[in-house]
């Protein structure tokens, strides 16, 4: 009887550490999503620990005497036309950069994923009223909309991740409200039910929580985009303001010299590219993890 009582009262367990174990497993064989797991890794690491790998603080004009000097072993990134390490600037820009969206993928999942589960559950006018939203969030071109907002905010850190969300919770609204409308017509929810469960009691109690694989999912989709339009803003004046390092600032500055100090222009971009296809390439082996049409194969 008690092992009975195990199984009924504990159902929700075994299947989370079923899904878990085949998600992990799926995972693993994706070589090039362990990959990007393992690089994504290493550029947080760097990023932590940026005031510990620079002899110089990202805008300190220590070397003056030596602007715009090209990459050697004492400066492996160079020096910028201010005099500032430019390795010193790249590592402390990933710190902004990554945390930009990591804050804007946050607050993407905080507005799409209530409103997924809303539409998705309810639907009917609910879900008309949401979609409608949405169409019109997805004809707005978001690098124009986004430079429009932040030159009437003056950007900023703050001002960026809030016009960063606002055009990344769409996806996550529709994947949320496809998982939903998946489940709600489940044996187990129409149980709940017919227990006499209330309608937000079992979207969060139920929907929720079975819909957590896309919400991961949304989430990580969502830092590479972030990182793109704060770079973007950055790079057309609005974004973060100097002299706070970002990517998209010094690619707009390599820009003036690249014809002939090619590395204030090389280096940023190719932080921003690897580190933009990394967290992709993870995003994508992550979906195809948590895929639940792939469970138990």
Known sequence: MANSQLTL????????????????????ANKGAVFSGVLLLFILLVAVFAPFLTGAEPNEQKFLTNTLAFPSAQHW???DDLGRDYFS?????????????????????????PLGALAGFFGGKVDWIIMRIIEIFSVVPPLLAALLLAA??????????????????????LMVRAQVMAFRSKEFIRAAQALGGSTWYIIFRHIIPNSISPVIVGFVLA?????MLEAGLSFLG???????????QMINLGINFMFYYWHLALFPTL???ITVLVVTMFADGLRDALDPTLKGR
């Open 152 to 173: 009437l905010t003056k950007g900023g850190y703050f001002n960026i991740v809030l016009i960063a969300a606002l055009f990344g919770w769409v996806q996550v609204c």
């Open 271 to 273: 932080a921003l590219a």
């Open 9 to 28: 009262t504990g159902n929700d367990a075994p299947i989370s550490r079923g899904a878990a174990y085949y998600a992990w497993h799926r995972f693993l």
């Open 223 to 227: 830092i590479p985009l972030a990182m």
């Open 89 to 113: 600037r790249i590592i402390h820009g990933a710190r902004v950069s990554i945390s930009i969206g990591l804050a804007a993928a946050t607050f993407s999942v905080v507005i799409g994923l």
């Open 77 to 79: 990134f160079g020096i």
């Open 238 to 248: 609005v974004g973060i303001p100097p002299p706070t390092p970002s990517w998209g």
